[in-house]
């Protein structure tokens, strides 16, 4: 049947490359990408608060090592976490976004992992739709007047969920896109949609379970998304060894092809895919080490370390920009 053999290649290889989508849509899809993130971006500047920023940052590296990741189901395809859903119910949908657009926007300038024009749609499905969900579905439904709910059950389910929706939501925003690129909407919908309701189940059940760890371990960094003064290094810490050992763990994972690459090859439209116009560490490898063990290891410690940076940078421009308007 056409609905498996699909299935059998598909998988949750969400970033797009360039190519892929016609360049108007590609661009088009920047402009609702360019307002959320900067209206994000002037929320959480206005909220401004250093002792969420180590917070921001190891959510961000373990995210994006976490996603190095891929894990196996059914039919020889694999999988890996978005995170975006699991970023705005810890941290609020707008910090989530924030910390969404870092990792994938690093993940296309370093490691040439979705395009540069596409770029603009790949945080749109990945960052912002998923941060959506998380933040203003779920998020809500488990604090109440600046305190989490106690019932760890309800922690479970909605966290749950919550995951499992934002996977729908970003495969049907991909479909969506590559149909108005040409490709047929009867095949690709259908494909992408049935395939990620397995690939969900993962996440859901990733974010519930990192959810109610944290929830159990450190309630204070959660409450409200505001951890105490006492924890910030205390989280850069742990949160980086954490990331750390998730980037060690990366030639761990499931060897099953990437789904949509694997599709265009097979239906014929991987002749749009353009090449990236330079080369950094491609494939999250060390140009020089090849495609071993220690190169993957070493390019996702390189990510894990960029992205603190990254998230440290942007709150010294935000702390500044803030000072500014105080004194003004």
Known sequence: MWWYWLAEHLSLGLHIPDGFLHAPIALLWWVPTVIAIGVATRIVQRSFDERTVPFMGVMAACIFAAQMLNF????????????????????GPWAGMVVMTCVIALQAILFQDGGIVAMGANIFNMGVATAAIGGWLARPLLIRNGEWTTNRARIGLVAGIAGWLSVMVAAALTSAQLAL?????????????????????????ITAAAVLVLVGARPDLLTAGTPTADTGRRTIVVGTILAAILATCAPLASSDPDGLERVAEDTGFIERATDAPYQLLPDYTIPWLGETSLSTIIAGLIGVMALIGLIWGLAIILRMQSTQRSNG
């Open 72 to 91: 196996p189901i059914a039919g020889g395809t694999s999988g890996h976490l978005l995170g975006g859903a699991l970023a705005a119910i810890v941290l």
């Open 181 to 205: 690129s040409d490709l047929p909407a009867t095949i690709v919908f259908p494909a992408m949609m049935s395939v990620h309701a397995i690939i969900g189940i993962g996440e859901g059940l």
